[in-house]
């Protein structure tokens, strides 16, 4: 059974910056596509940014691209997000995501089988 487990989260101004990771177990990582979703209070999660499990592109929520950066490490089992230029509205709880080889759908939540318990990130204004 996939386990996914955040680390990384904290509190940080306006402009600062801050990397969460995921650790992956239970499986072989490399198949797996891997996203990052938050959520903040009274609201529905939303896509952050996804690597799939293979290609080179990454894909990220308008909101945070240019700011945001994800990256796989397939020898650590491991997914990360650096964040920077942090936001009030980035403000959230950041759930790490897995799905075995999809493709399609990256930024559906419905569309990933193997979740995290998530990590909180607060951005002071």
């Known amino acids: 059974q996939v386990r996914l487990v955040e680390s990384g989260g904290g509190l940080v101004q306006t402009g600062g910056s801050l990397s969460v990771s995921c650790a992956f177990s239970?499986?072989?990582?490399?198949?797996?596509?891997m996203g990052w979703f938050r959520q903040a209070p009274g609201k529905e999660r939303e896509f952050v940014a996804v690597?799939?499990?293979?290609?080179?592109?990454?894909y990220y929520a308008d909101s945070v691209k240019g700011r945001f950066t994800i990256a796989r490490d397939n020898a650590k089992n491991t997914v990360s997000l650096q964040m920077n230029s942090l936001k009030p509205e980035d403000t959230a709880v950041y759930y790490c995501?897995?799905?075995?080889?999809?493709?399609?759908?990256?930024?559906?939540?419905?569309?990933?089988?193997?979740w995290g318990r998530g990590t909180q990130v607060t951005v002071s204004s």
């Open positions: 239970g499986q072989t990582f490399s198949p797996y596509s």
């Open positions: 690597i799939p499990w293979i290609g080179e592109r990454t």
């Open positions: 995501a897995a799905d075995y080889k999809r493709l399609t759908g990256l930024s559906m939540a419905l569309n990933y089988n193997y």
